[in-house]
């Protein structure tokens, strides 16, 4: 009788627990990320839309432009995750919020590239902890079992707000011109930043809207997995201790080489979509809305299959393989436009296909401590992929063609792949324990 009344409890529990997270816990992080993401690209459809030629920008000027972003960003990866684990991500981003609304509409007023250069710069510095922060903020609520589908949700921020950027800056362009651009989605950050005050808790300790038991569960299970994790707890994880590790720099460089892939092809998309279907802007904004509508299709179904077989390096080499030869369809099929259009559409269901799946990876190899230092670090030094790719997109197409740049986007995307095959095998969900959630039943005081 006893054991009947817990499975009922135990049942009971699991399907209260997720509803509540799913529900209270994503939306806001998602939006936030939205809108970062949207700050961070609007540059990529205002250069074709008239800053280039207003402000006499080169194409390597304008890869440059783009790029800078990462070398800003860099600054607070590590302190972000620091700060997410020890002390408050809320606030972190809300400060960070006040930052992007600022900067945007500066942005929108500047009259030189020098201007554009520091402000790209500084965008990166105040954008640098947001990654770090909201995936230490997931691991605080989700447990290993749902964490790459909570992933793969928040991360889909990107083809979300690609959506959502596409159509509005090729609309606001076309309508108004490209300053409006950066003023206006200045203007949302602020909206935003209302939104995150009002809404977020860091960890289940702080949330008044769940139960004691809830909480405890939450609790119980996610100290049942740190205790798990091969080694003694770390609770004073330097970055010496963090640098040291020789599957940290495994991560760093996939990582490198993914991210030149997505930035060189999203910041160029709108480019290369002008020219190759010769099209206005409100028009490159509907083209380019496909590609990231195919993203979260990729995000969902390589989440999903991750988690449902325990299986994190073979899901993460997959979309690489993909995305690297879409990106060199896109250019063998270049004078057949809708074959090539085909194949960025396919680069967009790749795009960010393994991004939560590989953010699951630093919980299952470090203590909590450890992880908070690593995921800033791996997103640091690996963003800077987001420098290189738009910058050598740029420079190939000054001195070469533009199909040598997108061909230089598929060795990197090929490269990541391999060294996803090359991560330890202690990445993967042992096969036994891939489907199984926890016990739900909270722990005696």
């Known amino acids: 009788m006893n054991k009947n009344s817990d499975t009922l409890q135990s049942n009971r529990s699991l399907k209260e627990i997720p509803k509540q997270r799913w529900l209270r816990i994503i939306p806001p992080i998602l939006i936030a990320c939205i809108i970062s993401y949207m700050d961070r690209v609007n540059i990529a459809f205002a250069m074709p839309g008239g800053m280039d030629a207003e402000l006499g920008i080169t194409a390597s000027m304008a890869g440059l432009a783009g790029g800078i972003f990462f070398l800003g960003y860099l600054f607070l990866q590590v302190p972000g995750g620091k700060i997410a684990v020890h002390g408050s991500g809320k ?34 510095v105040a954008e640098g902890g947001m990654l770090p922060v909201v995936l230490t903020m997931i691991s605080n609520w989700f447990p290993d079992a749902e964490r790459g589908r909570a992933n793969a949700i928040v991360i889909m921020f990107v083809p979300i707000a690609g959506i ?53 569960w939450l609790i119980s299970t996610l100290a049942a997995e740190q205790k798990a994790i091969a080694g003694k707890e770390v609770r004073n994880a330097s970055l010496g201790a963090v640098l040291a590790n020789r599957t940290m720099w495994q991560l760093i460089a996939l990582n490198f080489f993914y991210q030149t892939g997505i930035y060189g092809y999203t910041l160029w998309l709108p480019t290369i ?32 299959l991750s988690d449902r077989t325990g299986k994190r390096k073979l899901y993460v080499f997959l ?45 299952k190899l470090f203590s909590a401590e ?58 993967d969900v042992p096969a036994q324990s891939a489907n199984k959630l926890p016990d739900s039943r909270p722990t005696a005081a």
Not at 276 to 303: D, E, K, R
């Open 91 to 124: 606030k972190f981003i809300g400060w960070s919020l006040v930052a992007w609304v600022i900067i945007s509409i500066l942005t929108g007023l500047v009259t030189n590239q020098y201007q554009l250069l520091f402000l790209r710069f500084s965008l990166g």
């Open 164 to 216: 959502i950027t596409a159509p509005l800056s090729g609309w606001i362009i076309s309508a108004l011109d490209w300053r409006w651009l950066f003023i206006i989605e200045g203007l949302l950050s602020a909206a935003v930043l209302a939104m995150w005050v009002l809404t977020v808790c860091d960890r289940p300790q702080e949330a008044r809207w769940i139960s004691p038991e809830e909480k405890n």
């Open 273 to 304: 979509l002008k020219e190759l279907t010769h099209s206005t802007m409100g028009q490159v904004g509907v083209l380019a809305i496909l590609p990231y509508i195919g993203a979260v299709a990729g995000m969902l179904l390589f989440s999903s």
């Open 319 to 363: 979309p690489l393989l993909g995305f690297a030869a879409c990106m060199f369809l896109s250019v063998m099929l270049k004078n057949t436009v809708w074959l090539s259009y085909a194949a960025l559409v396919g680069c967009g269901f790749f795009l960010q296909s393994a991004a939560g799946v590989f953010w699951t990876i630093p919980a």
């Open 370 to 427: 450890m992880a908070g230092g690593a995921r800033g670090v791996i997103n640091a030094l690996g963003n800077l992929g987001g420098f290189c790719g738009p910058y050598a997109v740029g420079l190939l197409i000054t001195f070469y063609s533009k199909d040598a740049g997108v061909y230089c986007l598929a060795v990197s995307l090929t490269l990541a792949a391999l060294m996803a095959l090359l991560l330890p095998a202690r990445c």
